[in-house]
């Protein structure tokens, strides 16, 4: 008996095993971890013109450097943004990253879809956007799963500190993963 129910858990921990999402194809990312400071990155010119987001020591997870976000009260909000990755509709994908923010700001990673002429494709908020925990202090990995809408066929992602707010926070090593 204790031998049959054995096999019966072993059995259920496989099959449970098979059911989990395999992340088998890594997409290149350029400089997903900020070694080659903001290179293959675009700012909004809000944030170009404040010096909101930057490479730094301090902010590294790994490596030498990762992307620091910094303003003050009443800031314009600041938007780094990855270069583009195609994707394919109905497909899934799983961004990765490291974060940490040191205040109680409202800081996150925003995922832009767009069409093949360039277009953006609305996504609702819940699905296309990660904020990091406030005040945490200590690194912490995030994860957004997602699968591009029908007419997709780009992603970027982008680290916005919200306008008027407050924002010190430090992101690092970003992965895109397909399934």
């Not at 997602?146 to 500190?161: E, I, L």
Request: charged content about 20%; proline content about 4%; hydrophobic content about 35%.
């Amino acid at each position: 008996m204790i031998s049959s129910r054995n096999g019966l858990i072993a059995g259920m921990l496989l099959a449970g095993a098979f059911a989990l999402p395999v992340w088998a194809e890594e997409l290149a990312l350029v400089n997903p971890g900020f070694e080659q400071n903001t290179e293959g990155w675009r700012a909004s010119g809000e944030d170009t013109k404040n010096n909101l987001s930057s490479a730094q020591a301090e902010a590294a997870h790994s490596g030498q450097l990762g992307l620091r976000v910094e303003q003050g009260d009443g800031g314009p909000g600041s938007w780094m943004e990855s270069s583009k990755l195609e994707v394919q509709p109905g497909k899934s994908y799983r961004l990765s990253f490291w974060a940490r923010s040191h205040n109680q700001s409202g800081a996150g990673v925003w995922l832009i879809f767009k069409d093949e002429s360039g277009k953006k494709i609305d996504v609702p908020a819940e699905q296309g956007a990660k904020q990091i925990t406030q005040g945490a202090g200590a690194w912490t990995e995030y994860t957004m799963d997602f699968t591009p809408p029908q007419g997709a066929a780009s992603v970027t992602f982008a680290v916005h500190c919200y306008s008027q707010r407050p924002c010190l926070a430090d992101f690092d090593d970003f992965s895109v993963s397909a399934n």
